[in-house]
């Protein structure tokens, strides 16, 4: 079968930043995709959803500066203790309904970490 | 002769290990709500992620002392509640090596064993490949 | 002499383990070691946040209402008298310091300051 052209990533993050530096290293590379002028979104699942705390070590920073999409499980925030905390500015509140909307997109190419 | 391989828009190829975070929560999330949309799902459970469908787990969890009639289901139950729900648009593989190789040798009936020499038809059914989690 | 469990990575399966999660097994590990305090860290300080589950699940026509629940699991510890400790810069960087947002009876604690009371411990273990 051969691979279908990728009109967009998403790229999902599990880990977080207190897991190792292998968040900040997964972060790099959706910025570097953005910088390549592709269409990049990035999902913050589990503990991937602490790169969005405002107080946080700055996960998000150099994605954001590069124009990134950031979306949140809301669930996974909850579970946490954080519904009392807002995060970062510019992220957007996801469910699973929508993550399941891109990933079944055949379009756009899904990598987990 | 081969084993048919349905069609699906998806094939997740599930190899992190249960209890080690919540990877199998999010995974029956996604599947969950792909299913409700309408997609055709399949499962290629690897490593210790063959564990989720044993038999030996029953229904139920073991009984919490603390709460003694509560029911708490098995992932093994919840893994048939979806197949259940999604007869023809959810299906379930295991990987038989790593079942052997981990003595999670009594899947659910609906989950299909599969040599790992079969992986690349799985693959070659699906639009899109996914690895979540690592053996 | 008590034992001292730190607990840094929770959230480890909030759909396998349900109700025998970490918490759990500590308030199990308090009656059978003679007496537990605990000390959440990192991520795992938002256990101890006053917060309300963040939901049941749907599977096919199966609903899961009985999800892992750790603020509920630091609550039960704490009505079992077991002290348990936050330590401070970690609520600082996931925005829980302000007053009233972590359970009553909850202690704040420097990064690392409970180590000087190791020796009081009969074992110090991870959680």
Known sequence: ?113 | MPMEIPRTDVLITLMGAPHADDLITTTLRLIEAMLTRGGRVQVWACGYATLLTQRALGDSKPRNPGDWSTDYPSTAAVVEALLDAYPDRLFWYGCRFCSDDRGAVDHLPRVRLRPPAGYAANVSAAAKTMLLGVI | MAALGIVERAYRGALEKQFFDGLYLAAELNRQLGGLEILLRGPAVGCAARTGAAGSLRFGDRVVRTLSDPPQGVRRLLADGIPVWVEEPDLVVLGLADDGVLWDGVRRVAAGALAARWAEFRMVFYL
């Open chain 1, 1 to 113: 079968m051969s691979a279908a052209p990728w009109s967009e990533h998403l790229l999902v993050e599990t880990h977080g930043p207190w897991a190792g530096p292998g968040c900040a290293a997964f972060l790099r590379d959706a910025a570097a995709l953005v910088h390549a002028g592709r269409r990049t979104l990035v999902l913050l699942v589990q503990d991937g959803v602490l790169a969005a705390l405002p107080h946080g070590p700055g996960a998000l920073d150099e994605l954001m500066d590069a124009g990134g999409a950031v979306w949140v499980d809301r669930y996974s925030w909850v579970h946490r203790g954080l519904s009392t905390v807002d995060p970062a500015a510019g992220v957007t509140w996801v469910g699973m309904d929508e993550v399941a909307g891109r990933v079944l997109d055949p379009a756009v190419q899904v990598v987990w970490h």
